[in-house]
């Protein structure tokens, strides 16, 4: 078979480079687990229930809401829905019917978290270096604004981006591709000179594919490609790694 040459984002005339959030600039799954499990354990502590069940019941749910995610959503406040999240989980282990345990555990869940806020190692290299290259950054993320715009400061890193896209702020929801193309006509450039890099393929990639974007996936979890899926531009595992496909002539592969 003979080789296939992948052009790199700079060989594809790329301009603008949009990141999705979570997962892909930081490790989100690491900071809401954890945040998780110290509120899982303190009411263990207190009540006498499995710590691991409840932690478990908890992720399940906060990651159902995040999959099924639809701009009917974006009305929601995301605290009360935590606290919701929580009085579900809380009933699943027999916790009981307690509105002020599950509003205490939302509130506690909410102040760990941020302790645990990280960017992945050489996220503001590759920005920077982007940056320098005369790329213009953006970030599109189905984060929304109560949450998001306090993680983004606390990650140190809104100076690197040109614009900020939160789903409730836009009204829209990745996949979405009139996001991606939204995102690109706000930062004065098309779809064909832009490019995207994100963590989950169904969401970052497969919208930024249909809207016509150069797409890298940063698989972080090491899944397989969907069944039947067009594979994206490139696939990679650390953002070191994404940089270099952006800003390198690309290899034989």
């Not at 890298?216 to 070191?240: F, K, M, Q, S, Y």
Request: glycine fraction near 8%.
């Amino acid at each position: 078979m003979e080789p296939r040459v992948t052009p790199s984002g700079v060989e594809a005339g790329i301009e603008i480079v949009l990141f999705d959030l979570d997962d892909t600039l930081h490790d989100d799954t690491y900071a809401y687990q954890s945040a998780a499990d110290e509120v899982a354990r303190e009411v263990a502590a207190e009540h006498g229930i499995d710590a691991l069940a409840l932690k478990a019941a908890y992720i399940a749910e906060a990651e159902g809401f995040w999959h099924r995610l639809t701009a009917d959503d974006l009305k929601v406040k995301l605290a009360n829905l935590r606290a919701s999240m929580w009085q579900t989980a809380l009933d699943s282990v027999g916790a009981g019917d307690d509105p002020a345990l599950a509003q205490r555990s939302a509130e506690r869940y909410n102040a760990y978290r941020v302790k645990y806020f990280t960017l992945f190692p050489g996220a503001i290299d590759v920005l920077r270096a982007l940056r320098e290259r005369g790329m213009k950054l953006g970030i599109v993320t189905n984060g929304l604004s109560e949450t998001h715009r306090e993680k983004i400061a606390l990650l140190q890193i809104g100076e690197y981006f040109d614009a900020i896209f939160l789903s409730d702020e836009v009204g829209m929801v990745k996949p979405d591709p009139l996001l991606f193309a939204h995102a690109c006509r706000t930062l004065g450039g098309s779809p064909a000179r832009s490019a995207m890099v994100g963590d989950r393929y169904d969401r970052d990639i497969r919208g930024a594919m249909k809207a016509g974007l150069y797409t890298i996936w940063l698989n972080v979890r090491d899944e397989p490609l969907p069944a039947g899926a067009e594979p994206p531009d490139a696939t990679c595992g650390t953002l070191a790694q994404a940089g270099r496909i952006l800003l390198e002539p690309a290899a034989v592969s």
